[in-house]
């Protein structure tokens, strides 16, 4: 399984160099986050699982953290083609 480093994602956040799914977008707005709530996430936060998709062989990882204001919140994300981030979901645990 390919390993991708917390400090590349962070690198991918910092750089702007990301995406949010329309699904992650919606788990935003319904848990009153907003995208600098997921970017601590991701800056915050650890590599605390990783998945491969049993179809596509992707590799997504379960990064948990904290929101602005100190939430434990989850992020799964991947490394897309074109080398962006991917957040497909997020939620505060």
Request: hydrophobic share 40%.
């Amino acid at each position: 399984m390919t390993q991708v480093s917390i400090s590349h994602l962070r690198h991918l956040i910092r750089t702007l160099s990301y995406v949010v799914s329309t699904h992650a977008a919606d788990e935003l707005e319904d848990d009153k986050l907003s995208v600098f709530d997921l970017e601590n996430i991701i800056l915050t936060g650890q590599v605390v699982e990783r998945q491969r998709d049993k179809s596509t062989r992707e590799v997504k990882c379960v990064i948990r953290g904290h929101t602005l204001d100190g939430q434990a919140a989850e992020a799964v994300v991947k490394v897309g083609r074109g080398g962006k981030l991917v957040v497909i979901t997020v939620y505060v645990c």
